[in-house]
């Protein structure tokens, strides 16, 4: 099979592209704003560009693919408040773009990383998928229209559009020199380098963590959708709070750290968790890999590096 | 008082104008895209350029507005398919862009002509303004991301923001030579030049229809609003059909016209009317023309141009 698979220099698209890689031929596209080069599996095609470039996707139209996995983004809510067209550029007009291309180079599915901040603050905070959407910032607010033009497409050009809503993805291969991006990679990254870590917000504040295996693992099993347009959480049910991810840390750490709480970033959530049940039983995805097992692992990793 | 009221060289965005003009400074913005010059009304500061272009709208940052009206827009859901990242960034970026400027600029209030788009096809047809939005179009996409991007920077920045929900807007004044926006003016265009009317879709498509000065004054009323985010339908509550609208133009025309209805345009909604009793109760609004009355006007001031 041929697929595209945007952002593979990334955390999440470079386990996605290295799950198809091998068997299949996958193309990636990446700016590499926050990823890296050497992150893009072997056996992977690389171009280095904008997949919110008009002409670098237009260039792509004579090229075949069975599946668009649609990954690449500014993925920062606290960016997108500091630089709000850059944001709506990566992460809508990339989308459309993408989109018009599956339609024009007859491909038929079409699936993309959505984000569980489409949800905003509920009480209860535990979302499923017809929980109403009140997206907190601009980037939330591109993911969703994002999901409206799936919608669309699917719709009027019968393109199979399958929307995963990730809850916070965590695990071997973050990016752990980004600070504004992966609540446990920042904590983790800050107590590495300084022994201290910096939390803006509150450590009462609450997240659903999905290890990168699990999370790619949906990606892989969202291509068995054959028509129409759904949506799906991506989340194990369990809320974790900061304050326990920094005892996870603290704990595994050989050093004192210091923890010091500071105001919050605009468009933050309090605390959210996410309902399973409809990717279990419509695509048979469950997380089975628990947050401190997960944890330890990174922490052991990122200590090596 | 200082207002930006951006696309017055339109039809709603004229009428606005000159509510304002006169006893207030009111400069606007307009690509003259669909707009005409002449349509700016006398007295108001007109600058010709994209109300989506960063370097524009951030060259405005030392002037002072009292409230920024934002009613350009690319306003055709056909058009948003043909184009849809011209869509996105005249529909999405440019409200991003007046937000911020908003912010920088210590204006304190916003108000936005958002549309009955944002709905898409409900049963009951009859919307208020706690319906579910299915948007339909990219166009309708655009306004729903506008509405939520108005609703965060009420709630980060403390700018009273009002949405108007939009229903079709018709009367004197309305582009004539735009064939792909506004339902009643496209018919009546065609019968008058053609003796011709060629609808896309069913005669049993319905609309809720505003005269244009009462859209106006919508406007005028929600400038009272001093904080807060909220969103309010314009409209009538009564249903008008594609047929009703054609009778009305035979009758008022000296000569027989030739109807013919071919295959709809993508995202077309089927039938909408509107619940108008927030803003009725809220801002003192109520419509009081009826389509019958307002249509003959419009005719009998089109068949003299």
Chains 1, 2 share one sequence.
């Not at 050497?38 to 002409?55: L, M, T, W, Y």
């Not at 990339?94 to 599915?109: H, I, Q």
């Not at 990254?189 to 022994?195: P, Q």
């Not at 628990?290 to 990122?302: C, L, S």
Request: proline fraction near 3%; hydrophobic fraction near 35%; charged fraction near 25%.
């Amino acid at each position: 099979m041929r697929y595209l698979v945007t952002g593979a220099a990334g955390f999440i698209g470079a386990a996605v592209a290295k799950r198809l890689a091998g068997e299949n031929e996958v193309v990636t596209i990446d700016n590499l704003s926050t990823g890296k080069e050497e992150n893009v599996p072997e056996g992977v095609e690389f171009i280095k560009g904008s997949v919110a470039d008009p002409g670098l996707i237009h260039s792509l139209s004579d090229r075949k693919f069975d599946a668009i996995i649609h990954i690449a983004g500014q993925s920062s809510g606290e960016i997108s408040f500091e630089d709000p067209v850059y944001d709506l550029q990566t992460n809508y007009q990339s989308t459309v773009l993408l989109l018009d291309l599956a339609r024009r180079c007859g491909c038929r599915k079409f699936i993309y990383a959505s984000t569980m901040s489409v949800y905003g603050d509920h009480n209860p905070p535990c979302c499923s998928e017809d929980t109403d959407l009140v997206p907190k910032s601009f980037y939330a607010v591109g993911k969703t229209a994002s999901e409206h033009y799936m919608r669309i497409y699917s719709d009027q050009f019968g393109i199979a559009c399958t929307a995963l809503r990730l809850f916070n993805i965590y695990g071997i291969g973050q990016n752990m020199d980004n600070l504004k991006q992966g609540m446990a990679s920042i904590y983790l990254a800050m107590a590495l380098s300084d022994h201290k870590i910096n939390v803006k917000g509150s450590k009462d504040r609450f997240r659903d963590f999905v290890y990168i295996d699990e999370a790619a693992d949906a990606f892989i099993k969202a291509l068995s959708r054959e028509s129409g347009y759904d949506v799906f959480n991506v989340c194990t049910g369990k809320a974790t709070t900061v304050e326990h991810i920094i005892d996870i840390i603290k704990d595994a750490l050989p050093y004192d750290i210091d923890v010091k709480y500071t105001e919050g970033t605009p468009g933050d959530q309090f605390g959210i968790y996410g309902d399973y049940s409809k990717i279990a039983k419509e695509l048979g995805w469950k997380p089975e890999i628990d947050f401190e097992t997960g944890m330890r692992r990174m922490i052991a990793w990122a200590e090596k590096r």
